[in-house]
């Protein structure tokens, strides 16, 4: 138990800046006292720029600095395994970001290093705990559109523009760092949040396909898979559609009616039954990550158990990888 969590940061990219960076601050008994990049010169900007008085570019410095007594790692997945295992093996509990790892069986060792050591290894599936999707967890448990028959999913984005770049892709699209192209960087987030609502997927297949070219990861996937309790579920994810396709929902389909919502730009909820159509606006915080941190920082503080430890992740990293083919 912690009377003040003090947090250092391995990596400090984007996410870092606004999504949780700031919230492990605005939690009492929660501080940020160091952070690390690689690279010395980020790191230091963004230890200034953050008022955070210690920055390392060695992430075993950090972990030996006395003062950090636990570990948010933002790095690209295939570190995650690494890092988080140095981290509890030095004892400090561990925030990862999503997914947990780049591949269902690097979960599984970071699972079995939780238990040897018996330290808390945490995962960022930070919209479990966001108001928009408690509200629509609150309407699937009210039965207002009664018995859930069928789940979908639709994603279709452009391409981004550092995709056309030969020479320096972004490492979201490298499968040796990512674990996939964009498909194993956003669908963990729909994934997560069905098998919270549905119970763990149990069944799962794909097809993957390169329909652009702009990379060698597929750009495109066509998925179906199965709930715990017989639920069908299906999903398209395409990354090189024309502007004009451009969707991002979730459609739960009941026998009295539906709900539509989405995962990353927060669209008004909609609601359909017998009464008619109804939109649903629900606002979140400003930093995203700031409902599921203060879980954490009060788990180890004693206040309250936070379940979204590294065992309640790896079912998602495992529907991927079957998805993908990868099991």
Request: hydrophobic residues 35%.
């Amino acid at each position: 138990m912690l009377s003040e969590v003090k947090w250092g940061f391995i990596g400090c990219g984007e996410v870092t800046e606004k999504k949780s960076g700031p919230a492990f601050s605005l939690i009492p008994g929660s501080s940020v006292v160091a952070v690390m990049s690689r690279n010395p010169e980020r790191a230091r900007s963004y230890a200034q720029r953050h008022h955070i008085s210690r920055w390392y570019s060695d992430a075993q410095e950090l972990l030996d600095d006395p003062e950090v007594n636990a570990v948010y790692i933002a790095t690209p997945p295939s570190s995650h395994v690494t890092f988080a295992i140095m981290a509890m093996k030095s004892g400090k509990p561990v925030y990862v970001e999503k997914p947990l790892a780049a591949t269902y069986e690097e979960c599984l060792r970071v699972n079995r290093v939780a238990q040897q050591t018996g330290v808390p290894c945490f995962v960022a599936y930070y919209r479990r705990y966001l108001p928009y999707f408690q509200k629509v967890d609150e309407i699937v448990r009210s039965n207002t559109i009664g018995k859930i028959v069928g789940v979908q999913i639709r994603f279709a984005v452009p391409p981004r523009d550092l995709d056309y770049n030969r020479t320096q892709l972004p490492w979201r699209v490298q499968r040796d760092i990512a674990g996939g192209g964009y498909f194993y960087d956003l669908a963990p987030h729909q994934l997560d949040l069905l098998q919270q609502l549905f119970g763990p997927i149990v069944h799962a297949s794909g097809y993957t396909s390169n329909r652009a070219g702009l990379y060698e990861t597929e750009d495109t996937v066509s998925a179906s898979f199965q709930f715990v309790g017989g639920l069908p579920g299906s999903g398209t994810w395409c990354f090189c559609a024309h502007d004009s396709a451009r969707t991002d929902r979730i459609q739960i389909i009941g026998d009295r009616g539906q709900i539509r919502f989405s995962v990353f730009t927060y669209d008004p909820i909609i609601l359909c039954t017998e009464s008619g159509q109804q939109e649903i606006a629900v606002p979140n915080p400003p930093h995203v990550q700031l409902p599921l941190i203060q879980q954490v920082v009060e788990h180890l503080q004693g206040k309250r158990i936070c379940k979204l430890d590294s065992v309640s992740a790896t079912s998602v990293n495992w529907v991927m990888d079957k998805i993908l083919g990868k099991l």
